[in-house]
């Protein structure tokens, strides 16, 4: 991924896997060696009153005894998740094991794509979106909860070890008394640029989180070549200056604004 980064003419990048921290200190070391800034981050899953929200956390250390506990815990949950869902499938009679479920998540944290892939790779769906409209959808006959903390546990948890929160990827739910609400909880930035955020929608955002006072956030959501429907990493600018604006909120550290582009 830092590499990737460099080729295309990045300076700064952010590393936010889903409930994991342990690409970061591979991923720093690369990018001192190329030149490329790598923010450690994480994407966590929470819970608000529509159902589910990611939530990236931004400037974590690696290693906190704290931080990693509660990863993992939030790893364990998606393993126990998943096999839920096997054991659901094999009760409908699809044969279908945890290992063939393992080797679509590889490192990656477990999640109902990786078992969607499956049922396609052993041929017992025609595509992914029949495996979510037959098995894996909300209510249907494989579908397993997601059991998701509050996002004031998550923030509370990103602050005390001096890092910060931003909503990801809301699109039309970031209205003004949603926004007001999650901040409450103690949210810290919105995700004004992304790439199924349409200009319009940037834009509205944009003023959205000035008069609100939150952080600006934003990023391709890159998830490697490969990724279905993805977006190339590089392909969206994000202002420099908005990596100054949030290390202006961490506690203890200047702003360090350096020029570029990032993604």
């Known amino acids: 991924m ?35 800034r790598v923010i450690p981050g994480c994407e966590f899953s929470v819970r608000v009153p529509w159902g589910e929200m990611h939530l990236l956390g931004y400037f974590l250390p690696f290693g906190h005894p704290a931080l990693e506990a509660f990863l993992e815990a939030a790893r364990r949950m998606r393993y126990d998740r998943a096999l839920q869902m096997v054991e659901n499938l094999q009760a409908w009679g699809v044969a279908i094991t945890m290992d063939d479920v393992m080797h679509e998540a590889g490192d990656s944290a477990i999640g109902r794509p990786h078992v969607a892939r499956a049922l396609l790779r052993l041929g017992k769906v025609p595509d992914l979106e029949t495996a979510f409209e037959e098995f894996l959808g909300l209510g249907r006959r494989a579908y397993v909860e997601k ?10 948890l990103v602050h005390s ?3 910060l929160v931003s909503a990801a990827h ?5 209205t003004r008394v949603v926004l007001a609400r999650l901040m409450e909880e103690g949210l810290d930035g919105l995700e004004v640029r992304h790439p199924r955020h349409p ?7 944009n003023t959205l989180a000035l008069s609100l006072g ?7 959501d890159w998830h490697g070549e490969a990724q279905e429907n993805g977006f190339p990493l590089g392909s969206l600018s994000i202002p420099i200056e908005w990596i100054g604006e949030m290390e202006t909120r961490l506690p203890g550290r200047e702003a360090r604004v350096a020029p570029g582009t990032t993604s």
């Not at 830092?2 to 952010?14: K, N, Q, S, T, Y």
């Not at 809301?170 to 970031?174: E, I």
């Not at 200009?199 to 955002?205: C, N, S």
């Open 170 to 174: 809301l699109r039309d739910r970031a």
């Open 2 to 36: 830092v590499r990737r980064a460099w080729e295309v003419g990045l300076d700064v990048i952010a590393l936010t896997d889903h409930d994991s921290l342990a690409g970061v200190p591979e991923a720093v070391a690369m990018g001192r060696q190329l030149g490329v």
């Open 147 to 156: 059991v998701l903390p509050e996002l004031a546990v998550v923030a509370e």
């Open 161 to 163: 070890v001096g890092g």
């Open 199 to 205: 200009p319009e929608l940037a834009a509205a955002l």
């Open 214 to 220: 939150l952080l600006r956030t934003g990023g391709t």
